[in-house]
C-alpha cells in the first residue's frame, strides 16, 4: 500500500520489518526466557478535527524494538518522529513505554495505526492495532424545496415528502425528523450517504414522507443531524420549516340562542357564530332568510380568531317580524370548501296586538239587539279580547282564533248586544280591548252606538181655560215626552195638514230639545167659539 506520508526508510528497519514477519511463523527454541507482552495496548478513537490524540503502549519484558506505523507503513523508532513533526513518542522506554502523541490532528492523520515490538532469537514480534477517526462536524443542514421563512405549503390527507441535506462530515452522519421537538418513527424515513467534493467526506439525505392532518397546520417540522462530533457539543445542527396544511374548518355552531326559546318583542340578543380551524382562515357572514344580513337594529362584532377559533357576533334587538325568521351562520366557499357551512336557529318572538278595529252598525233601536264585531291586529300568543258597554264590562264573549301564514295569530269576537228599552241614554260607547303575555300593554278601540227611540204621545192643552170669544186670542199647546232623534210635531186644523203658519194671524213655535218637545200654536182670526182640544 502507498503511504500517504512518504519517507525514507533505512535498510535496518526493512531488516527489522522481514525480521518481524518471520517471526510470526516461526517460535523460538531453547531455554525459556520471559515472554514480551502488552500490558497496554492502544485502543481506536474518534476525535474532532485540531484535537489531540494520545495512542498507549506499554511493552512488558520488552526484548525488541519499538515502533509505530500508519496504515502499514513505519513511522521509525526515533521519538521525534523525523518527518512528522506533529508526532511523536512518550514514555519511558526504559519502562516499555512507547506512547504515540499526534498533535492538531487532520483529516490526513485518520487512519489505522500499530504499536510494534520486533522479535529477538529469544522471543516472538508484537504488534497491537488502533483506528483513529477523525471526526469532521457537518458544514451545513438544511431542509431542500422551502423558502426561508416561509411555510411549506400542504394540503390535508394528500402525502407530502420533505428532504433533508446534511452536508460535508466525516463520518457519514445520520438524520432525525421531529414534530414539536416530538422525534419521528425512523421507519418514516430514508437515508442515502453520498461521497462529498470535499476529502474523505460525506453528504447524507433524508427523505421523510408525511400525511399531514389538520392538527398539523402550524406546527414545526425539524431534521437533526446525528454525528459523534456533535455529541458534546452545546448545540444542534437542525433546520426547521413550519406547515401550512389546507384544510376546510368545522361546521360553525351558534350561540346565545336555541331553536324554541323565548323572545319578547324589543329584547336584545347577541348570537354568536364560532367556527373551529380551517386554512385558509374561514369567513364568517350571518344570513336572516337566505338573505344577507341588514337588520335595521344590527350591531356586529368584528371578527376574531381565539386560539384556533373564528367567532363572529350580531345583537339584534327582535321586532314581531322576527317571528319564525331563520337566522343562519355561514362560511363562505374557498379553494378548499366546496360547499358552504353552516348553522341556524329559528326565532319564536312573542309581540303584542298592535291594534285593534271594531265594524257593524252606529245606530240601534232600543229594544233591540245590535252586533259588533272586534277584530286584532297579528299577535303571538293570540289574544284575549274584551268588551265593555258605557264602561261595563260584558260578560264572557266568544272568540275566534286563527293563524295567519307568518304564523301569527289574530282574533276575533263577535259582541251581541240588547238595548233595553229603559235606558235613558242617546248613545252609548262600546269598547274592544286585547292584550297577550307578551306584555302588559293593551290595545282598545272605541265605538260610539246612536240609539234610536220612538217618542211618547202627544198631548195638547190650551193656555187659559174655557171658550174663546171670536176675535179674541187661543194658545194650544202640544207636548211629547222622549224620543230620539227629536220628533218634530205637525199642526192638523180641520182635518187639514198643514204646516205652522207664520203669517201675521197663526204663529207656531217649538221649544227643545230635551226629554220632551213642546209645540205651541196662537189663533187670533176665527171668529167661531172652539172648544177645547182633547187629547189625542
Given amino acids: 500500500m502507498k503511504s500517504i506520508f512518504p519517507r525514507l526508510v533505512d535498510p535496518q528497519e526493512k531488516v527489522f520489518g522481514l525480521l518481524l514477519l518471520v517471526s510470526t511463523l516461526t517460535s523460538v527454541r531453547g531455554k525459556s526466557e520471559p515472554v514480551q507482552r502488552f500490558t497496554v495496548s492502544p485502543e481506536s478513537v474518534e476525535v474532532n478535527e485540531g484535537d489531540d490524540v494520545f495512542l498507549s503502549c506499554v511493552v512488558q519484558n520488552q526484548q525488541g524494538k519499538a515502533q509505530w506505523t500508519k496504515d502499514g507503513f ?67 443542514i438544511s431542509i431542500l424545496g422551502g423558502i426561508i421563512g416561509e411555510p411549506v405549503v400542504a394540503v390535508a390527507g394528500k402525502q407530502l415528502r420533505l428532504q433533508c441535506l446534511v452536508k460535508e462530515a466525516r463520518p457519514a452522519p445520520s438524520v432525525a425528523w421531529y414534530r414539536n421537538g416530538i422525534m419521528l418513527d425512523q421507519n418514516m424515513h430514508t437515508e442515502r450517504a ?12 433524508s427523505r421523510v414522507t408525511l400525511t399531514p392532518k389538520p392538527e398539523d397546520d402550524g406546527q414545526q417540522f425539524s431534521c437533526r443531524a446525528l454525528h459523534p462530533s ?23 355552531i351558534i350561540s346565545g340562542y336555541k331553536t324554541g326559546d323565548i323572545l319578547k318583542e324589543g329584547q336584545e340578543v347577541t348570537l354568536t357564530c364560532r367556527c373551529q380551524g380551517g386554512n385558509p382562515r374561514p369567513r364568517l357572514a350571518w344570513y336572516k332568510n ?85 277584530v286584532t291586529s297579528e299577535s303571538n300568543p293570540s289574544s284575549v279580547i ?89 194658545g194650544i199647546i202640544c207636548t211629547s215626552e222622549g224620543g230620539n232623534p227629536h220628533p218634530g210635531i205637525t199642526w192638523n186644523l180641520q182635518r ?33 167659539p172652539v172648544r177645547s182640544p182633547t187629547p189625542l
Fill in 386 to 474: 274584551s268588551w265593555l258597554v258605557h264602561g261595563m264590562k260584558v260578560a264572557t264573549v266568544a272568540s275566534l282564533i286563527s293563524e295567519t301564514e307568518d304564523g301569527g295569530f289574530v282574533t276575533s269576537s263577535d259582541l251581541k248586544y240588547y238595548l233595553d228599552r229603559s235606558l235613558a241614554l242617546s248613545e252609548i260607547n262600546v269598547d274592544c280591548t286585547a292584550h297577550n303575555s307578551a306584555s302588559e300593554r293593551v290595545v282598545s278601540e272605541s265605538h260610539a252606538i246612536t240609539i234610536i227611540k220612538p217618542p211618547g204621545r202627544p198631548f195638547i192643552r190650551i193656555e187659559g181655560a174655557g171658550d174663546v170669544v171670536a176675535g179674541g186670542r187661543m
Fill in 230 to 252: 456533535l455529541k458534546n457539543s452545546p448545540t444542534s445542527l437542525v433546520a426547521s420549516v413550519v406547515l401550512s396544511v389546507l384544510h376546510p374548518p368545522e361546521a360553525p
Fill in 74 to 140: 513505519a513511522l521509525g523508532f526515533e521519538r521525534d518522529v523525523p518527518g512528522y513533526p506533529r508526532y511523536s513518542y512518550s514514555g519511558d522506554s526504559s519502562k516499555g513505554e512507547h506512547h504515540l502523541i499526534i498533535h492538531g490532528i487532520t483529516l490526513e492523520d485518520d487512519g489505522e495505526y500499530q504499536c510494534q515490538v520486533g522479535p529477538t532469537a529469544k522471543t516472538s514480534a508484537l504488534w497491537a492495532s488502533a483506528n483513529v477517526t477523525v471526526l469532521v462536524s457537518p458544514s451545513s
Fill in 496 to 528: 187639514s195638514h198643514e204646516a205652522p203658519d207664520e203669517g201675521p194671524h197663526r204663529r207656531a213655535g217649538h221649544e227643545g230639545p230635551g226629554p220632551s218637545l213642546t209645540s205651541w200654536l196662537r189663533i187670533t182670526e176665527s171668529r167661531s
Fill in 290 to 374: 337566505g338573505k344577507l344580513l341588514n337588520h335595521p337594529n344590527t350591531t356586529y362584532t368584528k371578527a376574531t380568531k381565539e386560539n384556533d377559533f373564528v367567532m363572529l357576533s350580531v345583537t339584534l334587538k327582535v321586532q314581531a317580524e322576527d317571528d319564525r325568521a331563520s337566522f343562519e351562520c355561514r362560511v363562505a366557499k374557498n379553494d378548499i370548501l366546496n360547499h358552504p357551512l353552516a348553522d341556524n336557529v329559528t326565532f319564536t318572538i312573542h309581540y303584542s296586538p298592535k291594534r285593534v278595529l271594531v265594524t257593524g252598525s252606529s245606530v240601534a233601536t232600543a229594544g233591540e239587539e245590535f252586533t259588533l264585531t272586534c
Fill in 194 to 205: 453520498e461521497p462529498s467534493t470535499q476529502f474523505k467526506r460525506w453528504n447524507v439525505r
